[in-house]
């Protein structure tokens, strides 16, 4: 298991921009950390301008030229958004076409079909997984409670017995699995291979949700009994449509970037060698930009075509795709910032000083930062981005795939009880018209277990790879 004994910073580490002693780097981290979450928390700011406040706090209390602050800010800000950037805005696009064109309906439709009483919670786990990879939580939450309730509903099921396991398959993919914003954003901060973090990441999210979702589901099914509210049930984006995208065809364009990125790991796992040309086209084909960027070029034929999207409304889907994500891009461009800030400062070579003489794993370190900075903020992305940065130093000695790890290993705690101060809570709590208790018994429970058993997983995965 990779552990914090590291002796040396990465040749590549940045002169720090202050002189600052340890004990100053540690209050400034504090302090810059605390600002975060006052604003967030207290005064409900933008985690945006939340974050931009904190990397200038940060800079002020570690007495660094405030010049050199806002240059470090600006060029993670920069970074970041050339690196992730481009990737969230594709994969949003990719999901509003499978949302409008009925996708996103055919394959649920396609398979509760096939789904009896028994199997009806494992339907629901794997609906919301397939969903999850190229949605946004708030995207695919909207997308599979109309689905949730009508179920529940007509088939006369516990809620929690259909809607937890659809809330752990879409969470667990939001929290581990790229292309979502966290998790990119955590792959660029510590460097990590994309590909061996997807492949990685999938086979930690499998397990996971089996337990969060459909087991648990079982015993929340006992601990809360509630109706599914009528006028919560929203209309399906295909009932507005002729005809929409069939079952086959739907899954291929949503794995496609999958199957790309994950052939290329594959590829350099087996080849390994730049000169050669098998390689050197799998490093093109499965960048994440161009597997990305083909899939949103496929599904405007095999979905936005086979819905009988005309090219105006092709168009317009795509605009409309993007305004929503401008505030997740800032947010994960201003984490970004917050980052370099921190490296600029000399954090890293604080952590790195400090590590020489523990024994403890820097995936569990990584965990426990992502853990407290999401009870304290409410946000999983804030608390992937800002774990990630403080992280980053010890990544640097570490392999490709406890690199990937680590990753998982925050993006894992990110996900950690979320409550009263995480948007996503509330969303629940609205929708399946639970009270604040109920809500803490259910969703918020199936959050920590997501947290502690992925973690775990990710634990028993260092020790054989």
Do not use: C
């Not at 070029?297 to 090219?311: D, E, Q």
């Not at 400062?345 to 952590?351: A, E, K, P, R, S």
């Not at 990937?404 to 929708?431: C, M, P, Q, R, T």
């Amino acid at each position: 298991m990779t552990s914090l004994s590291v002796e040396t910073l990465a040749a590549d580490t940045v002169d720090p921009i202050t002189s600052a002693g340890h004990a100053q780097l540690g209050i400034a981290v504090l302090v810059g950390i605390a600002v975060i979450v006052l604003l967030i928390t207290k005064f409900k700011l933008h985690a945006f301008l939340s974050l931009t406040f904190g990397s200038l706090a940060l800079g002020a209390v570690a007495g660094a030229p405030l010049d050199k602050v806002i240059a470090s800010f600006t060029t993670g800000l920069g970074k970041t958004v050339a690196g992730v950037g481009v990737l969230i805005a594709l994969g949003a696009i990719l999901g509003k076409l499978l949302a409008d064109s009925g996708g996103a309906d055919e394959i649920v439709d396609t398979i509760l079909a096939k789904a009896n009483n028994r199997t009806m919670p494992w339907a629901m786990a794997l609906i919301a997984g397939i969903i999850g990879l190229p949605l946004f939580f708030e995207v695919g939450m909207v997308l599979m409670i109309p689905v949730v309730l009508l179920v529940a509903k007509r088939g006369n099921y516990s809620l929690m017995r259909i809607g937890i396991p659809a809330l752990a398959g879409l969470s667990v993919m939001h929290g581990l699995v790229p292309p979502h914003p966290g998790p990119l954003a955590a792959i660029d901060s510590v460097k990590a291979n994309l590909g061996v973090t997807l492949a990685l990441g999938v086979l930690v999210a499998l397990p996971t949700v089996v337990i969060a979702g459909p087991l648990f589901s079982r015993i929340a099914a006992r601990w809360v009994d509630v109706t599914p509210p009528d006028r919560l049930i929203p209309a399906r984006p295909s009932e507005e449509l002729e005809r929409r995208p069939g079952f086959g065809v739907t899954v291929a364009t949503v794995l496609l970037p999958v199957v790309l990125m994950l052939g290329k790991a594959l590829v350099d796992i087996v080849v390994d060698d730049p000169a050669d040309g098998v390689q050197r086209v799998a490093d093109v084909v499965g960048s994440p930009l161009i597997a990305l960027l083909a899939a949103v070029i496929v599904g405007m034929f095999t979905l936005g075509r086979a819905a009988g999207f005309t090219k105006d409304r092709l168009a317009s889907t795509v605009e409309t795709s993007l305004a929503p994500i401008a505030g997740i891009l800032l947010i994960v461009a201003a984490g970004g910032g917050f980052k370099e800030t921190l490296i600029d400062i000399g954090v890293g070579d604080m952590i790195m000083d400090f590590s020489k003489d523990w024994n403890v794993s820097a995936l569990l370190l990584g965990w426990l930062i992502a853990v407290g900075i999401r009870l304290a903020t409410g946000s999983a992305t804030v608390a992937t981005i800002s774990a990630a940065g403080l992280m980053a130093p010890l990544a640097a000695d570490m392999s490709t795939t406890h690199t990937a790890l680590l990753v998982l290993a925050i993006g894992a705690g990110s996900l950690f009880f979320s409550h009263v101060n995480d948007a996503g809570f509330w969303l629940v709590k609205e929708y399946f018209g639970m009270s604040v208790g109920q809500t803490v018994r259910t969703w918020s429970v199936m959050e920590t277990i997501i947290s502690v058993v992925s973690l775990g997983f990710v634990l028993l995965l260092s020790l054989v790879i």
